[in-house]
């Protein structure tokens, strides 16, 4: 069974440009949360979707969106770049919403804003 | 902010010894999880642990959680080179599903 996969795995944009990270989940999860990673910051939770709907979002500003396609798959967006979100984002899925579900994470898009 | 404080931040021992890593968080939680991380790449979960349990197995690994305490803690028994990482507690809150890691603790086992 295919893990959870993200894509691209590492970019470079420049600042005041938009990017969109893309995110496949296990098969059959239909549970897909987003995290960014950073020295300064550690991990934080971007937000999460289920069956197309955010369900949860975390305290970033809103040049970070996302949505969720009817197949689970899910995508990120940042507009208007800045060299702070240069991260790693961490895209993450479990077989449904709520605690209980174990969490599983693909191998991260690596972006860094110049 | 984050929910959780791992303790020790860095850690190296010798092939072979235990590794012992806590984690303290400040709310009550649904769940705890344990995950790994190698030198940037993604995180691999390693245990869940209820809020009802007190302690988990599997393999190399066993997990404790004490609720009264907040804090739990993850030991790795006779521990490989290929543990090097850094292993991070996350944690659920009853009042959200979204996961609240820690701080991480960086593993070094020398060969």
């Known amino acids: 069974k295919a893990g959870v996969t993200q894509t691209p795995r590492y970019l470079i944009k420049t600042r005041g440009q938009q990017v969109t990270l893309s995110c496949s989940p296990i098969?059959?999860?239909?549970?897909v949360s987003w995290y960014q990673q950073t020295p300064g910051q550690g991990l934080q939770f971007l937000f999460e979707?289920?069956?197309?709907?955010?369900?949860n979002k975390g305290n970033f500003p809103g040049r970070f969106s996302g949505r969720q396609f009817s197949n689970s798959r899910s995508e990120m967006n940042v507009s208007t770049l800045e060299l702070g979100d240069s991260a790693l984002y961490l895209c993450a899925s479990s077989l449904g919403l709520g605690s209980g579900n174990t969490i599983y994470f693909g191998e991260g898009s690596w972006l860094t804003v110049v | 902010s984050q929910q959780g404080e791992e303790d020790p931040q860095a850690l190296s021992i010798q092939e072979g010894e235990n590794a012992t890593m806590n984690c303290s968080y400040k709310t009550s939680i649904n769940n705890l999880q344990w995950y790994r991380q190698n030198s940037g790449r993604g995180l691999v979960h390693l245990i869940l642990i209820r809020s009802n349990e007190r302690e988990k197995h599997s393999g190399r690994l066993r997990v404790t959680l004490d609720t009264s305490k907040k804090s739990s803690s993850l030991l790795i028994t006779a521990s490989r080179a290929a543990d090097t990482a850094s292993y991070f507690c996350?944690?659920?809150?009853?009042?959200?599903?979204?996961?609240?890691f820690g701080s991480g603790t960086r593993l070094l086992v020398r060969p």
């Open positions: 996350a944690t659920d809150m009853e009042s959200s599903y979204k996961l609240i």
């Open positions: 098969s059959g999860h239909r549970s």
């Open positions: 979707y289920f069956s197309e709907t955010q369900r």
